[in-house]
Each structure stands twice: as C-alpha cells, then as structure tokens.
C-alpha cells in the first residue's frame, strides 16, 4: 500500500485530503509542520508527499528542498493558497513536481497523485524502509540504525521480495 505525507497547518485541510486519499485505498502520514513531517521521512517509507506552503518551524519551501535532496526519488505535490506566479516559480526551482492551489477539488488532487506516482521511480523500487532498517537493492546492502549487515544474495533477494509486500 502506498504511503501518502499530507503536511498541511490546518487540520481540516489534512482531514479532508486524507479522507479522499484513503478512500482511494492509501495510507495516509499526516504531520502539521515541516519539522514533523521531516522525521516521518526520515522513519517511514513516503511513496509521495503533499505540501502546504505557509507552516510555523519550516515552510514548504524549505520542506521540499530538504525531501529533494535526501530523498530524490520522493515526488512532491506544493498544495497552497499561494497562487502568484513567483511563488509557483520558486516551488518548482525547489524542486516540487505538481502544483496546486487551494481552493482545489480533492478529486483532480488524486488524479495528480496517481499520475506522479505511476511516472515516478519509486523508493521502494531500490531502497526499502521499514523503521530503522533500510534494504538497498543497488549495494544489496542491509542498515538498521546506524550498523550495516551483510547476508547472502539469495537471503538478500528473498528478504527484499518479502519487505516490499
């Protein structure tokens, strides 16, 4: 099941997208500040996040540039009452791949969710998260915390076939 960051200040705002979302048959991650959402990353597999620009501790903007570079393969949705186009410019220079501006219609944000995550290369396509423990199919290497295991490659398919369900 894919696993969807809705990061939004107003709790209604997250209600409602996470309503539709699981609706839909995804698991919804909510975090109402940039900071929150930064350690659900860091924790969780995110198959894609959906943020709001205007948040207390961390903007979106700051948020989506800190996802863009630890974590590249996350597709970022800029969803915000801004709709001037400077603003718009800056969250694609930061790094979102869709934007949307409230008032929005919950459906077409589904639309777009699912289109980015069909053309997106997923996370769990080569790294696999489950808490601490990270399964890197590129380097077929094993992380949990901070230590690294190294098992048989037979062991290491088996186990990253079985993590990915």
């Given at each position: 099941m894919k696993q969807i960051l809705v990061v939004d200040d107003d709790k209604h705002i997250r209600q409602l997208v996470g309503h539709y979302l699981r609706r839909e048959g995804f698991a919804v991650l909510e975090a109402?500040?940039?900071?929150?959402a930064e350690q659900i990353v860091a924790s969780q597999q995110v198959h894609l996040a959906v943020i709001d620009l205007m948040m207390p501790k961390m903007d979106g903007f700051e948020l989506c540039q800190k996802i863009r570079i630890s974590y590249p393969e996350i597709p970022v949705i800029m969803l915000t009452a801004k709709d001037a186009l400077i603003d718009?410019?800056?969250?694609?220079?930061?790094g979102t791949d869709d934007y949307v501006t409230k008032p929005f219609e919950?459906?077409?944000?589904?639309?777009?969710?699912?289109?980015?995550?069909?053309?997106s290369t997923q996370a769990s396509e080569v790294k696999i998260k489950i808490g601490?423990?990270?399964?890197?199919?590129?380097?077929?290497?094993?992380?949990?915390?901070?230590?690294e295991l190294m098992i048989p490659v037979k062991e290491f398919e088996l186990l990253y076939q079985l993590a990915s369900y």
């Open positions: 109402m500040d940039g900071e929150a718009k410019s800056r969250g694609f220079e930061v919950p459906e077409e944000l589904v639309f777009r969710i699912r289109a980015l995550l069909r053309r601490h423990l990270t399964i890197d199919q590129k380097s077929y290497g094993i992380k949990i915390g901070n230590r």
